[in-house]
């Protein structure tokens, strides 16, 4: 195979096998190549990626040592990515009542969602995660798409028990605006004990959907790492109970309904 | 830019945007190349994709003309994916009662995931498709994997509605197992008139779900191209109310939980 062919099934098995450890073996075998002229490749694909915003190889040399492609977006393109967000929910039709936003249209663009997640995998980058937790229904499409970057499963918290998931652990929990009882559930068998973990959800008031979640995986003695959220909204940041977590955005007065705004959220203090 | 560096750039480009037309002369002022330069990068990588099982290019020639990538999986791939679902189904610690498989730790590993949304993909890639329509909570995760190659936005039916999505149309339906009326939702603004959609869930039984989102459907006048889903199971394959559908697995008795087996689903007698 000469080195076009294989700089693109290189870069295809890369985008397609996110933080995936590959020995240099594996690769000098499948393409009948020297380890000097593979080495070259990796080289040409590290630099394109990097130049492209698109994360970079690590390299690990020696014995048990390979390549391992690692998605980090471009901060800069991160915020202008942000910016385009921020623009699409601006835009008064989107206000229901009760302070919500309509996000249903941008969460069911695979490709916007697929951004959302790279950035997320970004700035989760470099911690220690081994499972996404997200709770039914809205945050798993974006659940899905960071671990798909980092390479690690989905435990998706329900609502409401389901006969197809076998024994199961739940918990109850006071929502945060509405301070009604509210359950969660999660099958026994979906996460093992000691599992590190990120949350991902749509959108946050003032974080009891998060805090619920939270107790449940206390149960499964999992250690959450990082929480994500796309939309943060403003109006109960007085008595918000969860404080450290990213969002991209964040609305303001939307509970209120008078002279709402979007802005970035909290990724820009984290990343400056 | 040399070569190499295109060869990069652009399979990132093709694999991170299926099924997006693209004009040449986009390529040629962004890599500052040569029409002819390009054309013989275009040439390497569709060949490489071929031969790899992904797909292909598609190109136009002619004014408005451009390339677009199609990835259709390799049939004997799909297959051999297909075989390997079977083996991991075929386990008696995931039956559960009431005729259900445990199927979450599958469903929640986005690599696995993402290779059943191209097998699907391939299989409707002939086909007009505007939106991929799924049914909250399982098929969600499906549903993007499909409409990510398909390059289409994924509209999600609920059984419940929700505030966070404005004004909504609903059916009643009888499940085909329970015999119970249910309830299916839809937001209004979700789906234009006349879309041509394809539907997709993880699991069928006698097809009560599947025909609910069809009649829900019916009142946004969409059109229903297909119908896919992961597994069906053969018991109540005589009262059957959907018909034409694929399926990758087949699971039969599970209802009666004696002998349970696992098969290749309708997906091989579609393909042959």
Redesign the interface.
């Known amino acids: 195979m000469k ?3 294989r ?3 290189l ?2 098995y890369f ?3 996110p933080r995936q450890h590959t020995s240099l073996p594996y690769f000098t075998t499948k393409f009948d190549a020297a380890k000097s002229s593979l080495s070259e490749d990796l080289d ?2 590290d ?3 990097r130049e ?1 915003g ?1 994360g970079y190889l690590h390299r690990i040399s020696g014995a048990g040592g390979g390549v391992e492609y690692i998605p980090s977006h471009d901060e800069e393109a991160s915020l202008i990515f942000i910016d385009q967000l921020c623009d699409m929910l601006a835009d008064s039709s989107r206000i ?3 302070g ?6 941008i969460l ?4 916007t ?2 951004q959302i997640g790279h950035v997320f995998a970004s700035v989760f980058s470099e911690m220690e995660i081994d499972a996404v937790v997200t709770v ?3 945050g ?2 974006l659940a ?1 798409a960071v ?2 970057f980092l ?1 690690v ?4 918290v ?1 609502r409401d028990p ?5 024994s199961s652990v739940s918990i109850n929990y006071v929502s945060g605006s509405s301070r009604k009882i509210q359950t969660m559930v999660l ?1 026994k ?2 996460l093992k004990e000691g599992t590190n973990v990120c949350i991902i959800d749509d ?1 946050m008031q003032a974080g009891g959907t998060i805090t619920g979640i939270t107790s449940l995986l206390k149960e499964f003695q999992a250690n959450v790492q990082a929480i994500g959220v796309l939309a943060e909204a403003d109006d109960e940041e007085d008595e918000r109970i969860v404080h450290d977590y990213t969002s991209l955005i964040k609305i303001h007065n939307l509970m209120s309904q008078d002279n709402i705004q979007v802005s970035r959220g909290s990724f820009q203090s984290h990343k400056n």
Do not use: C, H, W
């Not at 389901?162 to 076998?166: D, N, Q």
């Open positions: 080195r076009s062919d700089l693109v099934a870069t295809n985008i397609s096998n040409i694909i630099q394109r990626f492209e698109l229901l009542p009760g919500y936003i309509y996000m249903s249209d069911g663009n695979p490709k969602v697929r039914a229904t809205k798993i499409p899905y671990a798909s390479n499963p989905v435990v998706i329900r389901k006969v197809t998931e076998g099958p068998r979906s959108f």
